[in-house]
């Protein structure tokens, strides 16, 4: 059983930056490829970024590529979500997401393993 514990979050002004962090209680933590969604009030749960196994290929939603950054230690089971230039678009909950298949992947469908979330609010 794995376990994802995001944390990180909290309430910034627009322009400011915040990083979040996710803990996998998952040994086969270097196995997965992870990813960041997030989800706003009243929409849909929304794809940010994904990272492969190793880190070494990175995938990112449109509307926040060039500020956002994704990153994991293998080593420590941590996955990051490094976040500058923030606006109140990006108001939301974030979850951390692990996939089986290893691979950079935009769809939720592809993850197995979810984090409870964590609060983003930003504000102009």
Not at 22 to 41: T, V
Not at 45 to 50: W, Y
Request: overall charge neutral.
């Amino acid at each position: 059983q794995v376990q994802l514990v995001e944390s990180g979050g909290g309430s910034v002004q627009a322009g400011d930056s915040l990083k979040l962090s996710c803990a996998s209680s998952g040994r086969a933590f270097g196995r997965y490829a992870m990813g960041w969604f997030r989800q706003a009030p009243g929409k849909e749960r929304e794809f940010v970024a994904s990272c492969d196994w190793i880190g070494g290929s990175k995938l990112y939603a449109d509307s926040v590529k060039g500020r956002f950054t994704i990153s994991r230690n293998n080593a420590e089971n941590m996955l990051y979500l490094q976040m500058n230039s923030l606006t109140s678009e990006d108001t939301a909950v974030y979850y951390c997401a692990g996939s089986l298949g290893g691979s950079v992947d935009a769809s939720a469908t592809a993850y197995t393993y979810w984090g409870q979330g964590i609060q983003v609010t930003v504000s102009s």
